[in-house]
């Protein structure tokens, strides 16, 4: 690696501090994901939605000692620092990882495309083994901070690399293929990810394209014709490898077949040499990415015979972190596909994000994709262990057996087997355990064994689409807007502990929840932050002094009961949140109410109102525009009474999801965030830029063929008009499928294609129609999703997101995962 010094020659900055020159081996950006202090160097961003310089002190406290700004700051506080501002952070980083860069001189495949890099890329990696000692990007990192940090990584001892390249707007590229700096290319296809970016498909095409400005040949499908045509322009003259399905122009004509067992035959023509490919796929996604993969080996003369004996092997892509309940009240980390180095890096952050007051296991196999001497390897295993607070560790391998000394409280087994014959799963309670093991391990029957049991109805919740909705809702604010994020009604039906503890790593100022239990359940598992009880009981008040949350007072009434607990608690302060009826007519005082209010707030000194707030009635509508406006100013009036009696600042806010985009001009002191963070848009204004976090889905149970005339389900109601393929599936209305969802009006996903409800839903299943689709028993079936809106549901019903997003039963098992 390089010397900090060598940092320094690498970008353009200012020395501010320098006070030791050291080896620098981690490049960071992100406080909280510090694989090892020592021998890093942390770059402070100034982002959008994030400012990397408000974190610096952080970081010092962990042991970083290096660091890279773009922003003067108080250096006093950091005084064992080496410290460089300069204009971008960003491009300092970027340079860096160039330099590293040009060291080696290894063939590097290059990587992009709307669709398909991670797979092609993961694909390559395990297709490619047998040649070389290679590096690849880690997960999805493609981005302008991604790509620098996989390519950091490369070593003297790697001969091939394989990195993937993302934009999202012009001028991106070109610093990235300085960086990858490819001899082969592959542009996998074109989509419309990202086109808000750009001018038009052509202008984004021209800009992919400069990745392989230098490359000594490019792959691609020639089918995509806008693709063909740009590189058809005399503005290139790259060297091109194509194929295609549809044309006999290209280098590589290609034919598909499909054939039983859920396989393909691909059969490939390239100068009147014709081979035939057999892979455990038959989606069209599957298929190119896969096509991309041969050609590749094709142009690398790679024997047809070696090719197909890789592909039988080929595995499916793992692509994500997935926390699962676990047996024993614990929550099982299942990333049990893949383990290598940065990987487990990736992995151990993501364990460290949950419950802190829970302990963390790890169970960990041999590392079989990392080139390193095995001494170096496990070495760095170590280190990056101990540098986190792991509870237990369970090695499982030949080579991990050298850990054996490192640390006290573990366990080691020679192979998977050994383990599930001698470990006692009873030890693993009240966890969290992190499965890591590579394929040959198989450790998903570890995962099996130590996750909750349930049927195959699943909702799965997207954290990364959270972190990025409450990104983008944080985008809107000014600064120094507070959020307060609604986790009540178990998160909308996703999960209170989980999204909250999401939250918290985020740093958001404020939960509020419906009832004080539900503050209670948030605080033992760990949950700091400050938390707002919005319907709180007298019955209650014990729980939430005890749990420090803090109370809505919305009446008279509660008011004097909260005083009296108080007062004869001896509570010397308690922390409340006042709540103003401007119009919603719920709960709150009314304005005629507000100057006896202030008389016992000013005689209670017990009491320290931290906000005021109070609800828009129509924000989600233009045609209540007019009467938001006046609940606005009302608010506005009556807190202005208030703070100015009291004589105290106090947190103001009214919007709500709705009102953040419709009304940015009425932020106050904070917003609450609630319905938008879900990914479903309020407003009417932003539904594009916001993720889909749910996905509900079931599977069938069983396919039946009924003849014209026949009836299906209870009460007869559903009659088959014609002879009719039903498949019956595992969700009914005690896992919150709505029964108004019977007879044709609601409609699931199955291979794509939307099926009609057929009679009545029941209890615990329902009966869909599937004449004509392609199905088997055990397939998928999206309830909702990406394919099926939540919002298209709603209004078949005639209701709204919110009831069809907290109606999901909690007998219905939530996965969440992470693609990080």
């Not at 990056?384 to 369970?394: G, P, R």
């Amino acid at each position: 690696m390089l010397k900090f010094s060598q940092i320094i020659n690498c970008i353009q900055g200012e020395i501010l501090q320098i006070f030791l020159d050291e080896e620098i081996n981690n490049l960071i950006f992100d406080s909280r994901k510090i694989p090892t202090a020592q021998h890093s160097v942390f770059f402070a961003i100034d982002g959008d939605r994030h400012n990397g310089h408000q974190f610096i002190e952080s970081a010092y406290n962990k042991g970083v000692r290096n660091f890279i700004i773009e922003k003067k700051i108080n250096i006093s506080q950091l005084p064992e620092a080496n410290i460089i501002l300069t204009n971008s952070s960003v491009k300092a980083l970027q340079n860096i990882a160039k330099f590293h860069r040009e060291k080696f001189k290894i063939p590097v495949i290059g990587i992009t495309g709307s669709n398909g890099k991670t797979i092609v890329k993961e694909w390559l990696a395990q297709l490619l083994s047998k040649e070389f000692n290679l590096i690849k990007s880690p997960r999805s990192f493609n981005s302008q901070i991604g790509v620098p940090l996989s390519v950091w990584n490369m070593q003297a001892n790697h001969n091939l690399g394989i990195f993937e390249a993302g934009i999202s707007k012009p001028n991106e590229m070109g610093n990235l293929e300085k960086i990858i700096q490819p001899s082969i290319g592959i542009f996998t296809n074109i989509g419309t990810a990202h086109d808000e970016g750009f001018e038009n498909t052509a202008q984004k095409i021209r800009e992919k394209l400069l990745l392989f400005s230098n490359c000594e040949v490019l792959i691609f499908c020639s089918d995509y014709e806008s693709i063909n045509n740009e590189i058809a322009t005399k503005t290139w003259t790259l060297k091109t490898f194509s194929w295609s399905i549809k044309s006999n122009i290209a280098d590589v004509k290609i034919n598909i077949k499909q054939v039983a067992n859920n396989s393909s035959i691909i059969e490939l023509n390239h100068n009147n040499d014709k081979t035939s490919y057999i892979v455990p796929f038959t989606d069209n996604a599957s298929i190119e990415n896969i096509i991309h993969c041969i050609v590749l080996m094709i142009y690398l003369k790679i024997p047809a015979i070696d090719i197909n004996q890789r592909l039988k092997g080929i595995q499916s892509v793992a692509m994500r972190l997935e926390l699962k309940q676990g047996i024993n009240n614990c929550y099982i980390i299942d990333d049990s596909y893949n383990n290598d180095l940065e990987g487990l890096s990736n992995a151990i952050n993501f364990l460290e994000q949950q419950n802190a007051s829970l302990p963390k296991t790890i169970i960990i196999s041999d590392l079989l994709e990392s080139s390193i001497s095995s001494d170096t390897l496990y070495a760095r295993v170590a280190e990056l262990i101990k540098s986190k607070n792991i509870h237990l560790i369970a090695g499982i391998g030949k080579d991990i057996q050298i850990l054996k000394s490192e640390f006290t409280n573990s366990a080691f087994y020679p192979t998977t087997e050994d383990f599930l014959n001698n470990f006692q799963t009873h030890k693993i309670n009240n966890q969290i355990v992190l499965i890591k093991g590579a394929r040959k391990f198989q450790f998903e029957k570890l995962a099996q064994l130590l996750q909750e049991k349930a049927h195959g109805t699943v909702l799965e919740v997207n954290l990364d689409a959270i972190t990025h909705n409450l990104n983008y809702f944080k985008s809107q604010l000014n600064n120094p807007t507070k959020i307060m994020v609604m986790v009540k009604a178990f998160a909308y039906g996703s999960g209170s502990y989980e999204v909250a503890n999401l939250l918290q790593f985020h740093h958001v100022d404020y939960l509020g929840v419906a009832y004080a239990d539900e503050g209670v359940e948030l605080r033992n598992h760990g949950i700091q932050i400050p938390i707002m009880v919005m319907n709180p009981s007298s019955s209650a008040f014990f729980k939430i002094i005890d749990n420090n949350l803090e109370p809505e007072i919305y009446n008279f009434r509660i008011l004097h009961q909260f005083i009296d607990f108080i007062k004869h608690a001896q509570i010397p302060q308690a922390r409340i949140h006042l709540k103003i009826d401007t119009g919603m007519h719920r709960l709150g005082f009314e304005e005629h109410e507000i100057s006896d209010l202030i008389k016992i707030l000013k005689d209670t000194p017990e009491l320290k109102v931290i906000s005021l707030f109070s609800h828009l009635a129509g924000a989600d509508s233009k045609k209540h525009n007019g009467f938001t406006i006046v609940q606005l100013n009302l608010f506005s009036k009556i807190a202005s009474i208030i703070e100015s009696e009291l004589k105290y600042i106090i947190i103001k806010h009214i919007l709500n999801s709705a009102g953040i985009i419709n009304y940015p001009e009425h932020q106050f002191d904070m917003v609450r965030l609630g319905i938008g963070l879900y990914g479903i848009d309020a407003s009417e204004n932003v539904q594009s830029k916001l993720a889909t976090v749910g996905r509900l889905k079931t599977i069938i149970s069983q396919i039946k063929h009924v003849a014209s005339g026949e009836t299906i389900g209870y009460s007869r109601v559903g009659v088959a008009n014609s002879p009719t393929t039903i498949a019956t599936i595992a969700i009914g209305y005690a896992d919150g499928y709505n029964r108004g969802f019977s007879n044709g009006i609601g409609k699931v996903v199955v291979n794509g294609q939307l099926c009609p409800v057929i009679g009545n839903v029941c209890m615990d299943m329902t009966m869909i129609d599937i004449t004509n689709i392609e199905a088997n028993e055990g397939d998928e079936v999206e309830i909702f999703g990406e394919n099926n809106s939540i919002q298209n549901l709603a209004n078949s019903i005639n209701t709204i997101p919110y009831e069809i997003l907290t109606n999901v039963s909690e007998r219905v098992k939530r996965i969440f995962y992470s693609e990080q």
